[in-house]
């Protein structure tokens, strides 16, 4: 089946500092992927839709410039969280969507923890 | 913007025991997936029920896109059940992105 990977998967860094998570389609292909924010005991919150060549769409409530997100190609994905406080600390999910004619599925990478002390 | 609202909450079961999951959905939805979510994190996707029945092994779902609700059936639970169960809900012409529901948090014991 389709694979999506993410690293880091565990991430703890000092408050003010930049963290950088990646998100890999393995498999296949994907011109877009979403990245969501989950917090303890609740649910999953999405933040930004990553298109591959053009600008991220994201949620309202999500600051752009706080959360950076880069889909420079087919495969990869990168949400750079700058200047990270304690709040940022969550677990991250990417997805991917895999189209396969005109059925397109959403495969969800294994998250990563990011702690910010 | 739409509401997905799940029940239980929390629930506890023994293993062996069969348990029914429900999603509310505020609006017309294109597409309904019902995921696990394991204890490390990694959410597996259960099923993709915009509508009518499902089964696969000891797990079935059933959407009423009409009334605005899905079921998913636990039957003969196991410990592997236990972890946190997320419907998700695709708006009409969303394009893919999804909103997940409260989320039921399941633990099965022997």
């Known amino acids: 089946g389709a694979v999506v990977s993410q690293h880091p998967s565990r991430v703890i860094c000092k408050s003010g500092t930049s963290v950088k998570i990646e998100c890999r389609s393995l498999?296949?292909?994907?011109?877009?992927m979403f990245w969501y924010r989950q917090f303890p005991k609740q649910s999953l919150m999405l933040m930004a839709t990553?298109?591959?060549?053009?600008?991220?769409?994201?949620e309202q409530g999500v600051e752009k410039d706080k959360f950076l997100i880069n889909h420079a190609s087919l495969t990869l994905s990168t949400l750079t969280v700058t200047s990270a406080h304690p709040e940022d600390s969550s677990f991250y999910i990417c997805?991917?969507?895999?189209?396969?004619?005109?059925?397109?599925?959403?495969?969800f990478g294994p998250g990563t923890r990011l702690l910010v002390l | 913007g739409i509401q997905v609202e799940q029940s239980p909450p929390d629930l506890i079961l023994q293993e062996g025991a069969n348990s029914t999951l429900r999603c509310n959905f505020s609006?017309?939805?294109?597409?309904l997936q019902w995921f696990h979510q394991n204890p490390w994190g990694q959410l597996i996707n259960l099923f993709y029920?915009?509508?009518g029945t499902k089964q696969n092994g000891r797990l079935s779902a059933t959407t009423v896109a009409t009334e605005r609700y899905s079921l998913l059936y636990i039957s003969s639970s196991q410990t592997t059940d236990s972890g946190v169960y997320f419907c998700?809900?695709?708006?009409?012409?969303?394009?893919?992105?999804?909103?997940f529901g409260t989320g039921t948090q399941l633990k099965v014991e022997l």
């Open positions: 997805s991917a969507i895999r189209a396969v004619g005109p059925q397109e599925t959403q495969y």
């Open positions: 498999d296949f292909q994907a011109t877009t």
């Open positions: 990553s298109n591959e060549g053009s600008k991220a769409t994201y």
């Open positions: 609006d017309s939805v294109n597409n």
């Open positions: 029920i915009p509508s």
């Open positions: 998700a809900v695709d708006l009409t012409g969303g394009g893919n992105k999804l909103t």
